[in-house]
């Protein structure tokens, strides 16, 4: 066997690529479809109408099921530190451990106290305090996501801290918390989440759609899919132009990378399609728009872009990150984002010239939402890749790399639970949107179920198959 196929660096990345691959899936759903079900309570308290309470008791089934695969994933990352990147928090642990420390703190005892209540409590509380529960699961959901984007964001652009002995050790904790790219990547993911979550709704209530069921419930979760989608597609576009105005700022590499520019150029084109030769340094087969990469990243036509070539030293030591997924990384994010504006808006016309309809989408636009309900998760993958990767070779900019982190494990072992990790990531991901997918197909054809009644007494609400007792006020 080849030497390279046991290497313990090389395997040690793919594992921990493979394992926030996996786990990254499901806090991108859980972040924002918390607050959606926050919004489907409050329109059920504005209205009383059961259909929202019908949507919210759906999504809130797929809300736990993804609640939960999120948990048990994220155990396993939180092992690689001690097993294969022992060094990550020797050098950078007094900033990494406590920024953990107060994500699990704030953010997930938070979630973890009131899921139960918002996940079975609907009959066994009041109104106002299930949706209390609802709120604050979502709230430390978004909290969740900030620690965590806090501490990659400072390992992205470092503040905040000196090194003594080989330590990095905290001298300003607002520094660090709102390090020069956090507000930026923390926007930008919350966006992402919110229409993962958009394009989720729209899909599964596409396939439902797609079955024959028309039903109030249905529509209402559609219409808010697809409008959710139109509202933030917009404001991503907006917020991923500051975000690359600020990485070109403090990781011009990352930036060079992403355009596949090899030398330092005003006017710099824009490149739709390429073939990066790394070995050559050059682009194959380009197909670009004059100017327009100076335009979008500079805001001027004469701004200067950075080339890779000037992150090549005098030794020939490359300090540039891998070019070839970083590139291509980008225009899969950015392509699916241009899909989901033309999707969103499409739909949004459709929605509104037809409100009147019991048909309010063609056939054609339906099947077109159904695969886009994996659209987010492809396009934040993607983004990931391109942050993550285009940080290379540094695992802490300008303070560590990422091979000064990996500690003495042996190459076999990591290889035997890779594969076991692979396998097993695949089965669950596999339960995952089998499951999902049964739910909509029998909602679709017995209807949307919901909780069993409560103690007698309730007042029943209008609306639905059955008469639902409210819980007490």
């Given at each position: 066997m080849d030497s390279t196929a046991l290497?313990?660096?090389?395997?040690?990345?793919?594992?921990?690529?493979?394992?926030?691959?996996?786990?990254?899936?499901?806090?991108?759903?859980?972040?924002?479809?918390?607050?959606?079900?926050?919004?489907?309570?409050?329109?059920?308290?504005?209205?009383?109408?059961?259909?929202?309470?019908?949507?919210?008791?759906?999504?809130?089934?797929?809300?736990?099921?993804?609640?939960?695969?999120?948990?048990?994933?994220?155990?396993?990352?939180?092992?690689?530190?001690?097993?294969?990147?022992?060094?990550?928090?020797?050098?950078?642990?007094?900033?990494?451990?406590?920024?953990?420390?107060?994500?699990?703190?704030?953010?997930?005892?938070?979630?973890?106290?009131?899921?139960?209540?918002?996940?079975?409590?609907?009959?066994?509380?009041?109104?106002?305090?299930?949706?209390?529960?609802?709120?604050?699961?979502?709230?430390?959901?978004?909290?969740?996501?900030?620690?965590?984007?806090?501490?990659?964001?400072?390992?992205?652009?470092?503040?905040?801290?000196?090194?003594?002995?080989?330590?990095?050790?905290?001298?300003?904790?607002?520094?660090?918390?709102?390090?020069?790219?956090?507000?930026?990547?923390?926007?930008?993911?919350?966006?992402?989440?919110?229409?993962?979550?958009?394009?989720?709704?729209?899909?599964?209530?596409?396939?439902?759609?797609?079955?024959?069921?028309?039903?109030?419930?249905?529509?209402?979760?559609?219409?808010?899919?697809?409008?959710?989608?139109?509202?933030?597609?917009?404001?991503?576009i907006l917020a991923g132009d500051m975000h690359g105005l600020n990485t070109l700022e403090h990781q011009p590499a990352k930036i060079a990378a992403m355009e596949g520019h090899w030398e330092t150029q005003s006017r710099a084109p824009l490149i739709l399609f390429a073939l990066p030769d790394e070995e050559a340094r050059q682009n194959h087969f380009e197909v670009k728009i004059p100017g327009l990469a100076s335009l979008i990243l500079t805001h001027s036509l004469d701004g200067e872009v950075p080339g890779l070539n000037?992150?090549?030293?005098?030794?020939?030591?490359?300090k540039h990150p891998p070019v070839v997924p970083v590139f291509w990384g980008f225009r899969i994010m950015v392509g699916i984002g241009m899909l989901m504006l033309v999707m969103a808006w499409t739909g949004t016309w459709f929605l509104w010239r037809r409100r009147a309809s019991d048909n309010p989408l063609p056939r054609w636009l339906a099947l077109g939402l159904v695969p886009m309900a994996a659209s987010g998760w492809v396009a934040t993958l993607s983004g990931w890749y391109v942050t993550e990767i285009g940080r290379q070779p540094w695992l802490v900019t300008g303070v560590m790399t990422t091979k000064d982190a990996l500690g003495p494990v042996a190459g076999g072992m990591v290889l035997s639970t890779l594969l076991a990790y692979l396998a097993v990531y695949v089965l669950l991901l596999g339960a995952y949107a089998f499951v999902i997918i049964r739910l909509a197909v029998k909602a679709a054809r017995q209807g949307d179920e919901r909780p069993e009644p409560g103690p007698a007494g309730g007042t029943a609400i209008p609306g639905g198959k059955d008469a639902m007792p409210q819980p007490a006020e």
């Amino acid at each position: 066997m080849d030497s390279t196929a046991l290497d313990p660096f090389i395997l040690s990345r793919i594992q921990f690529a493979a394992n926030i691959s996996f786990h990254i899936l499901f806090p991108t759903i859980t972040i924002a479809l918390g607050w959606v079900l926050f919004y489907f309570k409050l329109r059920y308290h504005r209205s009383g109408d059961a259909a929202w309470m019908d949507a919210y008791f759906f999504w809130v089934k797929v809300f736990a099921l993804s609640f939960a695969m999120g948990v048990v994933s994220g155990i396993t990352m939180s092992f690689q530190f001690g097993t294969n990147w022992p060094g990550f928090m020797e050098t950078v642990g007094n900033i990494a451990g406590p920024l953990l420390a107060y994500e699990i703190m704030t953010a997930f005892f938070l979630e973890a106290v009131f899921v139960g209540i918002m996940l079975f409590g609907f009959r066994r509380v009041s109104n106002r305090i299930h949706t209390l529960a609802t709120f604050l699961v979502a709230f430390g959901t978004t909290m969740s996501a900030f620690w965590i984007l806090v501490l990659n964001s400072w390992m992205q652009t470092p503040a905040g801290f000196e090194m003594r002995d080989g330590v990095a050790h905290a001298t300003d904790w607002f520094a660090i918390i709102f390090n020069p790219s956090m507000p930026y990547r923390l926007i930008h993911m919350l966006l992402a989440s919110g229409l993962t979550v958009a394009f989720l709704i729209a899909g599964i209530s596409a396939l439902r759609y797609l079955l024959g069921d028309r039903t109030p419930a249905l529509r209402k979760a559609l219409n808010t899919g697809i409008v959710l989608g139109a509202v933030l597609i917009p404001a991503q576009i907006l917020a991923g132009d500051m975000h690359g105005l600020n990485t070109l700022e403090h990781q011009p590499a990352k930036i060079a990378a992403m355009e596949g520019h090899w030398e330092t150029q005003s006017r710099a084109p824009l490149i739709l399609f390429a073939l990066p030769d790394e070995e050559a340094r050059q682009n194959h087969f380009e197909v670009k728009i004059p100017g327009l990469a100076s335009l979008i990243l500079t805001h001027s036509l004469d701004g200067e872009v950075p080339g890779l070539n000037d992150f090549v030293l005098e030794d020939g030591t490359i300090k540039h990150p891998p070019v070839v997924p970083v590139f291509w990384g980008f225009r899969i994010m950015v392509g699916i984002g241009m899909l989901m504006l033309v999707m969103a808006w499409t739909g949004t016309w459709f929605l509104w010239r037809r409100r009147a309809s019991d048909n309010p989408l063609p056939r054609w636009l339906a099947l077109g939402l159904v695969p886009m309900a994996a659209s987010g998760w492809v396009a934040t993958l993607s983004g990931w890749y391109v942050t993550e990767i285009g940080r290379q070779p540094w695992l802490v900019t300008g303070v560590m790399t990422t091979k000064d982190a990996l500690g003495p494990v042996a190459g076999g072992m990591v290889l035997s639970t890779l594969l076991a990790y692979l396998a097993v990531y695949v089965l669950l991901l596999g339960a995952y949107a089998f499951v999902i997918i049964r739910l909509a197909v029998k909602a679709a054809r017995q209807g949307d179920e919901r909780p069993e009644p409560g103690p007698a007494g309730g007042t029943a609400i209008p609306g639905g198959k059955d008469a639902m007792p409210q819980p007490a006020e």
